[in-house]
């Protein structure tokens, strides 16, 4: 097996799996032909692991390096903003982040070994689009799926963020994982062809809140309101879900209705 076709099957993205926080996207953008980047290699380097630091293997590689995203002068990623604007509004819902805030944890947080993200794709591998080559995209994507339903149960993150869409056999790859249907979540919507579509979807995997959402990148799912709100949303269902449940206590007076003898002195 190749180093190229081993990172297909082994490498998921960044972060650690105890991040009570995950981000999964469908699959890493780019080619198998940018040979100058690196991006198995480095991966080896970095000790072939199912999470690697995302700014130290940015760090290591070339013209894609660490300047792009994470240095002085870093760019915000175009797939990246959105979520971490999510993320920030979930954590401060009476603030909302503004773009240095996003930058900096970008630079700083995002996907970070020690951190608490987990930055990953469904389909390992990277390729331009859903037509471009890729001879193993699909060939370890029952198993990659596997993983992620075995980390999943083993680390309880308290939410996961699936966007964009995989299918397999017609069936989302994301509800294999949780093993739950997914609602819609009323109130958010994005418009296509002139018609309004729910924005995220959600499902509750046992303790952890599991949400489906367009890519940040795709028509009208990039509107800093919609990610703003969804995150202080997912912050008040995850309150209300752990929230103790009321218990309603009977007072009984009468000692006979429960067979208990009385003193008849």
Not at 143 to 158: C, F
């Amino acid at each position: 097996m190749d180093l190229f076709e081993r990172a297909s099957e082994k490498w998921f993205g960044y972060g650690n799996w105890a991040a009570p926080y995950w981000f999964v996207g469908k699959d890493q953008g780019g080619s198998e032909d940018d040979d100058h980047v690196g991006w198995e290699k480095v991966w080896h380097d970095l000790g072939e692991k199912e999470l690697i630091d995302c700014r130290n293997h940015h760090q290591k590689m070339g013209r894609h390096g660490n300047f792009l995203w994470h240095g002085q002068n870093a760019r915000i990623q175009n797939t990246w903003g959105s979520p971490i604007r999510l993320l920030l509004s979930f954590k401060n819902p009476t603030s909302i982040p503004g773009e240095e805030a996003i930058r900096d944890y970008q630079k700083t947080r995002w996907g970070a070994q020690d951190g608490e993200t987990v930055v990953a794709e469904i389909r390992g591998g990277r390729a331009k689009s859903d037509d471009h080559s890729n001879p193993w995209r699909d060939k370890y994507l029952m198993e990659r799926i596997r993983i992620y339903r075995d980390r999943l149960m083993e680390h309880s993150p308290v939410f996961v963020l699936f966007y964009g869409s995989v299918k397999v056999g017609g069936q989302e790859a994301y509800q294999m994982i949780i093993k739950e249907p997914f609602a819609d979540l009323p109130g958010l919507v994005v418009r296509k062809a002139e018609k309004e579509n729910p924005f995220a979807q959600y499902a509750w995997s046992n303790s952890t809140l599991a949400l489906h959402v367009p890519h940040p990148t795709a028509h009208g799912a990039n509107r800093k309101d919609l990610w703003v709100e969804l995150g202080i949303r997912m912050r008040k269902m995850i309150e209300e879900k752990k929230a103790p449940q009321k218990t309603v206590r009977f007072l009984i007076k009468n000692p006979k209705i429960l067979g208990e003898k009385t003193d008849s002195s």
